[in-house]
């Protein structure tokens, strides 16, 4: 062997060197970046299970809200539904307070025309009154409508 090839030879030994020590720190490199990707890994799942957990919690509330959404509405609505009967029965009351005021008032004309018949001995001047308080009466009677019906 001349001292050319040695010297090849001793280049390719220290290339060959170089090289394994280069590729033990590219195996070491990766190794490092492996196990940070299996620390990344766990926290990435730890993270994960706590906003499965999370969202689980939210749906829980989520859903008691609605039910105790759906018992005020009921309980509203209910309120409401017993307001409106009992509003109705007052108009009903009313009604029929009105319907009876209306005949008491027609059979107290109906005396009082007689009484003055009676009094006055005149039947045209009774009937005269009569009409006027009959009118009267009347015009109570539709202004207690419309006020009624608004």
Partial sequence: MD???????????????GLDIH??????????????????KHQLEDVLSCVNQKMQDLNKELTENTEEMQVDLW???????????SLQ???????????KDTENTRNNLHK??????DHFGDQ???????S???ARTQSV????????SH
């Fill in 23 to 40: 590729q033990k720190k590219m195996e070491a490199a990766i190794h490092s970046i492996w196990s940070e990707l299996e620390v990344v």
């Fill in 75 to 85: 309980t509203v609505k209910t309120s409401f539904d017993t307001w409106t009967r």
């Fill in 89 to 99: 029965g007052d108009i009903t009351y009313t009604k029929k307070d009105f319907h």
């Fill in 141 to 148: 009677g539709i202004l207690a409508r419309i006020c009624h």
């Fill in 112 to 117: 009082e025309h007689e009484a003055l018949e």
């Fill in 3 to 17: 001292n050319h090839q040695a010297k090849i030879m001793s280049t390719q030994e220290e290339m060959k060197a």
């Fill in 132 to 134: 006027w308080l009959k």
């Fill in 124 to 130: 045209h001047f009774a009937a005269a009154y009569c």
